[in-house]
T-cell receptor, first 114, second 112 residues
Framework: NAGVMQNPRHLVRRRGQEARLRCSPM?????VYWYRQLPEEGLKFMVY????????ESGMPKERFSAEFPKEGPSILRIQQVVRGDSAAYFC????????????FGEGSWLTVV | AQSVAQPEDQVNVAEGNPLTVKCTYS??????LFWYVQYPNRGLQFLLK??????LVKGSYGFEAEFNKSQTSFHLKKPSALVSDSALYFC??????????FGPGTRLSVLP
């Protein structure tokens, strides 16, 4: 059973470009979470999704950031018009439900904006 | 709102000595408590969790944690530290979804 798969692992973008980060949850998991880890900071919640629904996006910046989890395919975190401050590690996690079962994290996607 | 505190940014311990990484929490209701470890440039690995049951929880890699309700703490412990335990440790409180909150992290350095 493959774990949470994220790609790309490393992504370099110039300011103003778009970044797309993908997350395939563990098999059987329908809940996906995105977290951002800024240099020297902890993990900050961004968004919580179930299939085709955004449950909570209270941690998402109001502009340029969006997320989706379509019926088929991976969850996508999209950052438009990237700026240097978007440089961070973005972690995806999945769980089968939100009952308290452990959530499992992917290896992360490191975005560098130059 | 739920919150988690890890009062120490850095913990240094000699190899072979016992280690403790501290965590305190604030929740309404019964807490779901977790510890994760992060090695450089890697994702988070689950170590252990407390939902209900025995206050002493045993987890991966020889780690354990003790849930103390009166002190609202969930300290991570290991009887004998290894150099390979050097990493960033995160305490977190659930349940999942909207309110799954991580502490700021504690960097553990085990010195040979």
């Amino acid at each position: 059973n493959a774990g949470v798969m994220q790609n790309p692992r490393h992504l370099v973008r110039r300011r103003g470009q778009e970044a797309r980060l993908r997350c395939s949850p563990m098999k059987g998991h329908s809940h996906v979470y995105w977290y951002r880890q800024l240099p020297e900071e902890g993990l900050k919640f961004m968004v919580y999704l179930q299939k085709e629904n955004i449950i909570d996006e209270s941690g998402m910046p109001k502009e340029r950031f969006s997320a989706e989890f379509p019926k088929e395919g991976p969850s996508i975190l999209r950052i438009q018009q990237v700026v240097r401050g978007d440089s961070a590690a973005y972690f995806c996690a999945s769980s089968p439900d939100n009952s308290g079962n452990t959530i499992y994290f992917g290896e992360g996607s490191w975005l560098t904006v130059v | 709102a739920q919150s988690v505190a890890q009062p120490e940014d850095q913990v240094n311990v000699a190899e072979g000595n016992p280690l403790t990484v501290k965590c305190t929490y604030s929740v309404s209701g019964n807490p779901y408590l977790f510890w994760y470890v992060q090695y450089p440039n890697r994702g988070l690995q689950f170590l252990l969790k407390y939902i209900t049951g025995d206050n002493l929880v045993k987890g991966s890699y020889g780690f354990e944690a003790e849930f103390n309700k009166s002190q609202t703490s969930f300290h991570l412990k290991k009887p004998s530290a290894l150099v390979s335990d050097s990493a960033l440790y995160f305490c977190a409180v659930g349940p999942f979804g909207q309110n799954f909150v991580f502490g700021p992290g504690t960097r553990l350095s085990v010195l040979p």
